[in-house]
């Protein structure tokens, strides 16, 4: 075995992983391939989707070889009231019904290829949302601290000075699930964006993504969020983009 080959066999994954990888279907669904014995690895049917699988491995669904397929990368700009969910059991709307459907006027006829998104934004969140069917590059950017969000954030009231250095040093927040233990929360930067007379609107660097930290911080501030758009990810800014319009970027 050539030192290159070994080397490209170095990390093993399970066989589903692999699959999802290579941008054929999500995860779960290769799972489910496995288990029905319509994959075959290295030219013999395999039914454990953590059987160990290498990246340049021969795998093959219903005898059809599943190759790397070509990298897509997007933007969109979710509307409120849209989940980041690939299915609702409530039958709302989710940002993959809403992809494909801008996919298919961007590029009529062209098969939607298996995508997701980055990250998420809850329903009530709106702004930008990336996707990509390049798992490695979506770890890279969700892992990597440098990687900021930055948001618009309407709130109802008035933070005042002190309020935004408190969000900028941190502070513990209560759990969202009675019993769990307090969170603490920090923003990276949070300063007054403009200000109206009852309301207005602040700007918010976040460098971590847990689960409504925005809206906690403020809450636990005793401030009402009436609006939360991310502006930026990374060096990927909303621009232009018309709430539920999709474009193609290209990765760092």
Known sequence: MSANHQNNRIKPHGVARVISKRGFCSRSVAENLVREGRVSLRGKIVRDPETPAYENDE????????????????AMNKPRGIVTTASDENGRMTVMDLFREQYSKMFPGRPVQHISPVGRLDAAS???????????????????????????????????ADDLAK???GFNVPPRVF???????????????????????????LSEGKNREIR???????????????IQFDKYTLGNLKPGEIREIKPR
């Not at 093959?60 to 990368?73: C, L, M, N, R, S």
């Not at 996707?131 to 900021?148: C, E, G, P, Q």
């Not at 906690?216 to 991310?230: F, I, S, T």
């Open 59 to 74: 795998i093959a669904i219903d005898g059809t070889p599943v190759e790397a397929a070509q990298k897509f990368y997007f």
């Open 216 to 230: 906690r911080m403020l809450a636990h501030l005793g401030y009402e969020v009436m609006r939360l758009m991310r």
């Open 167 to 169: 969000m900028e040093k």
């Open 126 to 160: 709106e702004g930008l949302l990336l996707f990509t069917n390049d798992t490695a590059w979506a770890d890279r950017v969700l892992t990597d601290a440098s990687h900021k969000k930055i948001y618009r954030v309407q709130v109802k009231g008035h933070p005042t």
């Open 179 to 205: 019993g769990e233990s307090k969170e603490f929360m920090h923003a990276d930067r949070a300063t007054l964006h403009s200000e109206g007379e009852k309301n207005c609107w602040l700007e918010i660097t």
